[in-house]
């Protein structure tokens, strides 16, 4: 794929609105059709057609805007990076495959590592020479961190790591995995947890790929046997994986791929463009039940906008999001649970005899829907996002009898 690269990146001083244009000057000009989810020529993106776009996007001062440039990032603030994100979010484009490395490894790294990890991992993050996966859920103890038994045991300068991860988006093709491992007992809960940044071709990884409802592998279990790591694979201090855990999860709760709302604007507007095209579909649009849940659901998402928007201009005032985090977790997948529902009920009457542009949406629906069900567990499901909102942002009691 080549892509034309002679749009200028703005100066970091030229501000938000400068970025966004140039965003939407380059993506619109640059993005291949078949990776468009409206397009009729759509078709899955290999790994190593989304590993050249993403690239391409991160020479663009596209991605990574806020990491330094010290570690191949473009060293600007949160306002640019939403100015961007809506912009990605506008086209109908798909997913990032480094997503893990990017949202989540990378931050982490920045956090608690040392100049040399944050040296030898960030830029070739950026730069897709590396993808991450992420081991934290395990098979008793997914969105309840606390409870993770996989055992990490210090022999001298090595570390040896047993036990298993489930849910691991990514571990077929991850070059690393963000760990979460136990040096004490269950016993100890949030104290000794530590995390580590460990090669997925070190001896003793094994993964298991798990086919999901919409018939991918994306998810793995992966075991850990007698896997041997040094000290300098370590992520921060013995004692600082609780808190680092915590860190990343909040970032991933609240500021990752702030595009969101904007995707879903752009998911609404295929939705009803593909009703349009098809005589029997069209009618659907003048129902008034019809009528009153897209109004709802653009009213959720002009709420959504508000809110990815009131979280950056707190970040730059340097507030702490802490639990708030959950909010926009809570916000974002339940809202688009309910889209993909509505929008597989509009589309059910498509046929083979369908217009080209229905029978399209019907697929992308089909499969926005089995994955939506996912969305309100992984990241926290929505049952603990509401016991977080409720005991640390609400300050209630536990026991309201």
């Given amino acids: 794929m080549q892509f034309e690269q002679q749009v200028a990146v703005p100066d970091p001083s030229a501000g938000p609105a400068a970025y966004r244009q140039h965003a939407r000057t380059w993506l619109r000009a640059n993005l291949p059709d078949f990776m468009r989810a409206d397009s009729l020529n759509w078709r899955a993106a290999t790994l190593a057609e989304s590993s050249t776009w993403?690239?391409?996007?991160?020479?663009?001062?596209?991605?990574?805007?806020?990491?330094?440039?010290?570690?191949?990032?473009?060293?600007l603030t949160l306002r640019e990076h939403l100015a961007v994100n809506k912009e990605i979010g506008a086209l109908p484009m798909p997913e990032s495959v480094s997503s893990i490395g990017k949202e989540l490894a990378g931050p982490i790294i920045m956090a608690v590592g040392d100049e040399a990890q944050k040296q030898t991992f960030l830029p070739d993050i950026l730069?897709?020479?590396?993808?991450?996966?992420?081991?934290?859920?395990?098979?008793?103890?997914?969105?309840?961190?606390?409870?993770?038994?996989?055992?990490?045991?210090?022999?001298?300068?090595?570390w040896r790591?047993?036990?298993?991860?489930?849910?691991?988006?990514?571990?077929?093709?991850?070059?690393?995995?963000?760990?979460?491992t136990r040096t004490g007992t269950v016993a100890d809960k949030h104290r000794g947890l530590?995390?580590?940044?460990?090669?997925?071709?070190t001896p003793g990884i094994r993964v298991v790929p798990i086919k999901s409802i919409d018939g991918k592998e994306s998810f793995a279990e992966v075991f850990f046997d007698d896997v041997v790591v040094p000290d300098s694979?370590?992520?921060?201090?013995?004692d600082e994986g609780w808190n680092a855990?915590?860190?990343?999860?909040?970032?991933?709760?609240?500021?990752?791929?702030?595009?969101?709302?904007?995707?879903?604007?752009?998911?609404?507007?295929?939705?009803?463009?593909?009703?349009?095209?098809?005589?029997?579909?069209?009618?659907?649009?003048?129902?008034?039940?019809?009528?009153?849940?897209?109004g709802d659901l653009v009213s959720e998402i002009d709420g959504l906008k508000g809110l990815v928007e009131l979280t950056v201009?707190?970040?730059?005032?340097g507030e702490s999001l802490g639990a708030r985090g959950s909010l926009t977790k809570l916000y974002w997948s339940e809202c688009h649970q309910a889209f993909a529902s509505l929008a597989l009920s509009m589309l059910s009457p498509v046929g083979p005899h369908s217009s080209p542009l229905a029978q399209r949406a019907h697929k992308a629906f089909t499969n926005a829907y089995l994955f939506s069900r996912a969305e309100t567990i992984y990241a926290g499901t929505t049952e603990v996002q509401l016991d977080v909102i409720a005991q640390r942002v609400m300050n209630l009691p536990k026991d309201l009898t």
């Fill in 233 to 238: 694979a370590r992520l921060g201090a013995p």
């Fill in 54 to 75: 993403e690239a391409a996007m991160h020479q663009a001062g596209l991605a990574g805007m806020t990491w330094p440039k010290a570690y191949g990032g473009h060293g």
């Fill in 161 to 180: 790591i047993n036990g298993q991860k489930i849910w691991t988006s990514g571990a077929a093709k991850a070059h690393y995995c963000l760990l979460l």
């Fill in 313 to 317: 201009e707190r970040m730059l005032r």
């Fill in 127 to 158: 730069t897709m020479r590396q993808y991450w996966c992420q081991g934290f859920s395990e098979p008793d103890a997914g969105s309840d961190l606390a409870r993770l038994r996989t055992k990490a045991v210090q022999e001298g300068e090595h």
């Fill in 245 to 294: 855990a915590i860190r990343v999860l909040s970032i991933e709760r609240a500021t990752n791929r702030m595009y969101r709302p904007w995707r879903f604007e752009c998911e609404l507007r295929q939705l009803i463009a593909a009703c349009k095209s098809d005589s029997q579909l069209a009618p659907s649009l003048d129902d008034g039940y019809v009528q009153r849940r897209v």
């Fill in 194 to 201: 530590l995390m580590f940044a460990v090669p997925m071709d």
